[in-house]
């Protein structure tokens, strides 16, 4: 099980390449010399932000504000850089962990690969581990979001994606002005 070990990583940001409604998701860890580049869909995207976010408040509370957890992301550490280059998969995202190492005050992401398990014979998957500072961890959830965020607009009835070619709104039974879509 090849091991993609950041501890911390110089870099680790989400993006996507590609027309909105036709993205590409991926995470990306660069520290070392070495680039670690994994894909992943937008919803894993999205819910990793969520998580992230939800682990950082819980340690907050539960510290009673003493954690050194920034409640936004510090200025300093926003990253708005595009993908490092070449964009070259590693592998492909199944499931993700988090955790919170109270000892190093870091939070903990590890990306598994996906797997077949029907293929009794198959190594044992890649993952992508990384360690990072809660203000990292803040910054990326930012980023995160944002490009999440900066794809197809929803429609104002269903809340579906709206596509260039046209939108069959299931709340429009199926019309688009007054005429059948097929």
């Known amino acids: 099980m090849p091991v993609f070990d950041y501890d911390p990583p110089e870099r680790f940001v989400a993006g996507a390449l590609g027309q909105p409604?036709?993205?590409?998701?991926?995470?990306?860890?660069?520290?070392?010399?070495?680039?670690?580049?994994?894909?992943?869909?937008?919803?894993?995207?999205?819910?990793?932000?969520?998580?992230?976010?939800?682990?950082?408040?819980?340690?907050?509370?539960?510290?009673?504000?003493?954690a050194h957890v920034p409640a936004v992301a510090p200025t300093g550490l926003a990253d708005d850089a595009p993908l490092d280059t070449p964009v070259s998969e590693d592998f492909r995202v199944g499931t993700m962990a988090l955790a919170w190492d109270s000892e190093r005050s870091q939070v903990v992401i590890e990306a598994q690969e996906i797997v077949d398990e029907d293929d009794v014979g198959a190594p044992d998957p890649a993952v992508l581990r990384v360690r990072i500072s809660p203000g990292a961890a803040r910054a990326f959830t930012q980023r995160a979001l944002r490009i999440v965020a900066a794809g197809r607009p929803p429609c104002p009835l269903c809340g579906q994606p709206l596509d260039a070619e046209g939108h069959v709104c299931v709340r429009l039974n199926g019309y688009r002005g007054g005429e059948a879509a097929s």
């Open 21 to 66: 409604g036709a993205r590409v998701f991926f995470l990306q860890a660069r520290g070392e010399g070495r680039l670690t580049t994994v894909s992943l869909e937008k919803l894993q995207v999205a819910a990793l932000a969520g998580r992230l976010d939800e682990l950082l408040d819980e340690v907050l509370r539960l510290s009673g504000g003493t």
